[in-house]
């Protein structure tokens, strides 16, 4: 009798699970309209962020209802994509009950990406294509004050409580904002939207226009100079000269549930994770040491560096040269896709210089993806500055951040409608999977015969040491009583990037704690992967077959990924 009901149980806790993770996603949709926007289904409110100390409050009681609500769905019978559906549930809402119970939201971001850069982000894939798009965009830039707003109250409540924030992170925090400030309203990229729109000159779109620019200068930079004022007349005050997050209230079990957060590994310790990154820092050590000899600099690693860094040929005379650079390297690349994905998404990306008032203190290039409504492309973002992307970069700049990189596996993510839309819109929330995916197709650019000089394989090899150096300076910052200097030091010795990247990068770990650890633990993991598949099924393996079934998992956690791929083996075994 117990087997004859078994189907049917569990028939109704997969019901049960498709009920819950619905309505987590409609509780995100609200609480989160970024991400809702990013899925193509905004709300019909006009905010975009939701920020305020008491949202916070809100989003972690809610959450601890869905969890014990999960806790009733037991997962005896259920098929793998429920199992999986139900551990990432089971994460997310446990992330937000800790994320709020370690008072993270009373440490918000201000570097390199701060309040100004997210709502940067979001005008960058806004869409003007008639007067009700236009009117939208407005409404929305109108709620941007309030947010910034919000921010302060987590910063002031942070400080009441004895939060700290480092002056290695102040300084330049400030600087960012200040740049985000100036200028002229439709210089702005708040106002961009309506400069790229195709549908400028109707009288309906213009009226709009007219009324964000007034948004923009009345409202929203305001704002943004409030915010400063702040930082400036209350926090810099109370500035700490200590960078450990753990410095702070609460600080080791903050810095505990990022690494877990960012690593997607519930076993991750710093202490692990410091040892690894020395390893891996001795393994590309010797590697590098073999290109610098096969460049003509045997044993002078150093050497080999300083004639990279000061030979004018890797470095373009210009941000439009570099762009343009970029672009033909991304085209190349797309050319040779079909041999090693069997899909590819529907829609493409373009490539574009990042504003020079914030390429001085952003990494060389990001990813910006494209909405899931399809209304613009995703945006590989390449500095202005060509010091900070020289040619031997070009090709694992191009592969991480576009495609088969960033860009093409969030815009396949955003395609998998037969995943709950929690799975496939929360890409952001699994940082390990998606770095260690785009790190992975730095080296894929082998296979693809990319790397055709020496000085192209030490780059590809010196973006890895710099994810490698991150396990170590990371975790040595924040657990091990590392000084600024002490990274900054570390870092130069192995890398060769400029001194004012470096103390950019080490600065970002200080402000963003435990945030840089994902990209190379993630790489580790596909590679791992990709070595278990091949010699499993020797002959049989298939690139492209392998590649399309990483791409089908959505947006994983490490060890759900592991899972998901020895399911695929098993099957591809039979």
């Known amino acids: 009798m117990a087997e004859a009901l078994q189907p049917a149980l569990s028939a109704a806790r997969s019901a049960a699970l498709a009920d819950l993770a619905e309505r987590f996603w409609q509780f995100q949709r609200h609480e989160f309209p970024l991400t809702a926007l990013l899925a193509g289904q905004p709300n019909d409110d006009p905010a975009m962020f939701r920020e305020a100390p008491a949202d916070f409050d809100r989003r972690a009681h809610a959450a601890a209802a869905m969890q014990a609500e999960l806790a009733r769905i037991a997962v005896d019978g259920l098929a793998l994509q429920d199992r999986i559906t139900h551990r990432l549930l089971q994460r997310e809402l446990g992330d937000l009950c800790e994320a709020h119970a370690t008072r993270s939201h009373l440490k918000p971001w201000l570097l390199p990406v701060g309040p100004e850069f997210n709502t940067v982000f979001f005008a960058n894939m806004a869409h003007v294509g008639d007067e009700a798009s236009a009117a939208r965009h407005a409404d929305r830039l109108a709620t941007l004050p309030a947010f910034f707003g919000d921010v302060q109250a987590c910063l002031k409540a942070g ?25 002229a309203a439709e210089s702005t990229p708040w106002f961009g939207p309506f400069k790229r729109s195709a549908a400028a000159s109707r009288a309906g779109v213009q009226q709009q226009a007219d009324r964000a620019r007034t948004v923009i200068e009345r409202e929203i930079q305001p704002a943004l100079r409030a915010l400063a004022a702040f930082i400036e007349g209350e926090l810099r005050p109370a500035v700490r000269e200590t960078i450990a997050c753990t410095e702070d209230p ?8 990022w690494v877990r957060h960012f690593t997607t590994d519930a076993a991750a310790t710093p202490e692990a994770i410091h040892a690894l990154g020395l390893s891996e820092v001795a393994r590309l050590e010797a590697e590098i040491a073999e290109v610098a000899a096969q460049a003509g600099h045997a044993g002078d690693v150093a050497g080999y560096r300083e004639f990279l860094a000061r030979d004018p040929r890797f470095y373009a005379p210009s941000a439009e040269v570099l762009r343009e650079r970029a672009q033909i390297v991304s085209k190349t690349i797309d050319g040779l896709l079909p041999a090693f994905f069997g899909r ?5 990306y373009g490539v574009q210089s990042i504003p020079a008032a914030l390429s001085e203190r952003m990494p060389p290039a990001y990813a910006q993806p494209n909405p899931a409504d399809g209304k613009s492309a995703g945006t590989y973002w390449i500095s202005s500055l060509p010091a900070k992307a020289p040619s031997y970069l070009h090709v694992p700049l191009a592969l991480h951040e576009g495609w088969p990189g960033h ?56 973006m890895e040491m710099w994810r490698a150096c991150r396990l170590v300076v990371d975790t040595g910052i924040h657990t091990r009583g590392w000084r600024r200097e002490q990274a900054i030091d570390y870092m130069l010795a192995h890398l060769s990037l400029s001194r004012v990247t470096v103390e950019g990068e080490v600065d970002r770990y200080i402000a963003m704690p435990a945030q840089a650890l994902g990209y190379q633990l993630g790489n580790l993991k596909f590679r791992e992967l990709r070595a278990r598949a091949e010699q499993r099924l020797g002959g049989r393996f298939d690139i492209r077959s392998y590649h399309d079934q990483l791409m089908a998992a959505g947006p994983v956690t490490l060890p759900v990924l592991d899972e998901v791929v020895e399911d695929w083996l098993q099957g591809q075994e039979h």
């Open 159 to 183: 400080l009441d409580q004895g939060v700290r924030i480092p002056r290695a992170v102040l300084a330049p925090a400030l600087g960012n904002l200040r740049g985000a400030v100036g200028g």
């Open 250 to 257: 609460q600080g080791a079990a903050f810095y505990a549930f």
């Open 407 to 462: 860009l093409m596996h969030m815009a396949l993510m955003q395609e998998l409608t037969e995943l709950p839309a929690f799975r496939r819109a929360n890409f952001s929330k699994y940082s390990a999977f998606l770095e260690g995916w785009a790190l992975y197709c730095e080296t894929l650019g082998i296979e693809m015969g990319l790397y055709e000089t020496p000085h192209q394989h030490f780059g590809r090899l010196d």
């Open 344 to 348: 590819l998404p529907r829609i493409s």
